[in-house]
Structures are given as C-alpha cells and as structure tokens.
C-alpha cells in the first residue's frame, strides 16, 4: 500500500517546463555520468521532457547541483500538491530556514534540518525517484527505524480507511441508478470528488506527514459525502 501511495506521489502530474534539454548536456553528461542520465530518462522528468536546465540552470559554474535542490525549483510545476507538504512541520521548517539550509550539500544522510521536495523524491540523486524498496530511507536518515516504520504502517491504514468509505459510496450510488435515478448526478458528483480529491489529499497527507490533508481535507470530506450520498439514498 505505502509503495502505491509514494507512486502517487510520484506519479502526479508534472507540467513541462520548457522541454529542450540541450544536447550539449546530453552528451557530456552521457560520458561522464551515464547513470545519473539514464536514470533522468527513465523518470518521470525525462519522460515528460523537463530539460535539465529546467531545473538546474542555464549557468554552468559548479552550482547546478545546488540550485536543484531547493523547493524554489520545484514548486513553479507542483503548485497544486506542494500545499500539504508546505504545511507539514518539515514544509513549515523548510520555509522559515530557507535562507540557512545549506544546499550545498547531497539530498542525503540528513544534511538538511528538513527534507525539501528533491531531498525525499530525488533522494541520493536519483533522478527517476528512489525505487520503492528505498521509500524508507530518506525518513531514516533522521527518525528511527522502528518510528519510520510506524509511520508507514499508520499511513497504508489511513489509505486502506478511506477506500473502505470510498467503496461504501460506490455501492450506495449503484443503488441510487436503480432505484432513484432522478438523483443519479448529484450522488456521482459527490462519489467524483470523493475518488479524486478526497482520498487523493489523505495520500498527499500521508507521503507528506500533513495532518491537514489527512483529519481535514481527508478523511472527515470523505465521511460528508457519504453521507450526503446516504441521503441521497433516503438513509
């Protein structure tokens, strides 16, 4: 379940920036880090033609790295589901310090005080997103293992709870188009905002660690909607 929720996350949409990813990149970059290149073209960035301008700068003086790694980057194309990283504690840290943490640094072994986008997405330089067996890792470079996996464990629970109630409307609607058809759109409506939104924001809220999304804009929109589709129904 964690592994789908991280997929998510990954797998949300990424806006092209600019798609001209200079050759000149390619091909020095092909020689001299093959890895990290192949890597970037099997990611979602390569794939959606983010050039490595885009986020690294045009200007080539030894501080590409760094300008990459600050949240400055990526939030011009992730506006929408940056909102409930922004508000968790390591948002919250991240933009009070922003003029401290030193990106100099690798995105790993906890050189930050918080974990910025790139540091838990592109952790250790993995430019396709950190493969699913190493979801742990950038929360263990600073918490415990035995929390870690705690919070992993609390978070497949939360998913699991909201597709229960998700299901829950699903078979209450197909009651509604036998039996009441007259009130059909409303009930897919509010069954519509519970798939894309709803538990879209407890995933959001789960990968994040933003109580927001998950005891606001979460569960409790879940529980509402189906109970207005409950009376819908006549329940």
């Known amino acids: 379940m964690i592994r789908f929720i991280f997929s998510v996350l990954i797998l949300l949409p990424i806006h092209p920036a600019t798609g001209d ?51 400055g980057v990526c939030l011009p194309c992730h506006e929408k589901e940056s909102k ?11 933009t009070l310090e922003a003029d401290r943490l030193d990106f100099s640094l690798p995105l790993k072994e906890g050189n930050l005080r918080a974990p910025t986008c790139a540091y838990c997405h592109l952790h250790d330089s993995h430019h396709a997103g950190i493969p699913p067996s ?21 978070g497949a629970e939360m998913v ?32 519509k905002e519970m798939k894309e939104n709803h ?10 660690q933003s109580p927001d999304d998950l005891w606001w804009h979460g569960q409790p929109a879940l529980d509402g909607d189906l109970l207005r589709i409950k009376s819908l129904w006549g329940e």
Not at 199 to 208: E, T
């Open 21 to 71: 990813e200079k050759p000149e990149c390619l091909t020095c970059h092909q020689e001299k880090t093959p890895a990290l290149l192949a890597s970037w073209k099997q990611g979602r960035h390569g794939q959606a033609k983010v050039g490595c301008s885009d986020c690294h700068g045009a200007l080539h003086d030894g501080k590409m790295a760094q300008r990459s790694r600050s949240n």
């Open 160 to 191: 699991r709870t909201g597709e229960m109630k998700r299901r829950e409307a699903q078979s209450v609607v197909d009651k509604i188009r036998a039996s009441h058809p007259e009130s059909i759109q409303p009930a897919l409506a509010l069954l």
């Open 199 to 208: 538990l879209r924001n407890i995933m959001l809220g789960v990968g994040h």
């Open 134 to 154: 190493d979801h742990q890792t950038p929360c263990r470079d600073c918490h415990s293992p035995r929390l870690v996996t705690t919070w992993f464990a609390s």
């Open 84 to 94: 409930s990283y922004r508000l968790s504690k390591h948002g919250v840290i991240t």
